[in-house]
């Protein structure tokens, strides 16, 4: 069964618009951390932001901010002020159990249009 | 400060050879991750260590062992190279704590031809 699932194969933006992507999670663990990571053309994979399952508040980290509803088990990150450099694939990840494993998604191709 | 250094950046393999991806880490990690990621896709764990001398399968291990004699270094080695290999592969290291980032170096592209 799939554990992190980003239904938004791509996803299109005018520049300086606000844009959420979509990530939903399946886990019994109660302890458990979501993580969304950038990889444009270039391939490196950019840590953006982390949210902790037993954290009261929604993580933000400039213009990025995570959108966490427990009880929906989704995890959306929002970017504001859309930016041409913010065109890439955004991998949403859970890490789940012992040794700190992460489980990725398959992925949202973000286009951010003029 | 190098952080995650893999090598080589390319490679091409006929079916049938056998390579080691190098991995190196300079931040004293415990944790370290052999990850796939195959064209459009997320990355898929192949192996993973949680110090010298320890490690298990991941996700998807079948084609491939790994070693840990050192905190520093994290080979990866394919045995009889196959074309469902290629792929891109990213090796990845954390200290060890729950909500820290994982560390991914560079990727090694491999074509299995």
């Known amino acids: 069964a799939q554990k992190i699932t980003q239904t938004q194969p791509g996803m299109f933006v005018q520049e300086k618009e606000a844009v959420t992507l979509d990530c939903t999670y399946d886990?019994?663990?109660?302890?458990?951390?979501l993580f969304w990571y950038k990889q444009p053309s270039s391939g490196e994979m950019i840590f953006l932001i982390y949210?902790?399952?037993?954290?009261?508040q929604n993580a933000t980290e400039g213009r990025y901010s995570l959108n966490f509803q427990k009880a929906r088990k989704s995890a959306n990150l929002v970017i504001s002020a859309s930016q041409l450099g913010d065109s890439a694939m955004y991998f949403c990840?859970?890490?789940?159990?012992?040794?700190?494993?992460?489980?990725f998604g398959a992925g949202t191709r973000l286009a951010v249009h003029p | 400060n190098a952080g995650v250094t893999q090598t080589p950046k390319f490679r091409i393999l006929k079916i049938g050879q056998s390579m080691t991806l190098q991995c190196a880490q300079d931040?004293?990690?415990?944790?370290m991750y052999w990850y796939r990621q195959d064209p459009g896709m997320g990355l898929k764990l192949i192996y993973y260590?949680?110090?010298?001398?320890?490690?298990d399968k991941g996700e998807v291990p079948n084609g491939y062992n790994v070693s840990r004699s050192t905190t520093e270094d994290f080979p990866l080695r394919l045995e009889l190279a196959a074309p469902s290999q290629t792929s891109v592969y990213f090796c990845?290291?954390?200290?060890?704590?729950?909500?820290?980032?994982?560390?991914f170096g560079s990727g090694t592209q491999l074509s299995v031809l």
């Open positions: 886990t019994s663990d109660p302890s458990y951390g």
């Open positions: 260590s949680v110090g010298a001398g320890i490690t």
């Open positions: 949210q902790g399952s037993y954290d009261q």
């Open positions: 990840a859970m890490r789940e159990g012992g040794y700190n494993k992460l489980i």
């Open positions: 931040m004293n990690h415990n944790y």
């Open positions: 990845a290291s954390l200290r060890g704590l729950t909500n820290e980032k994982l560390f």
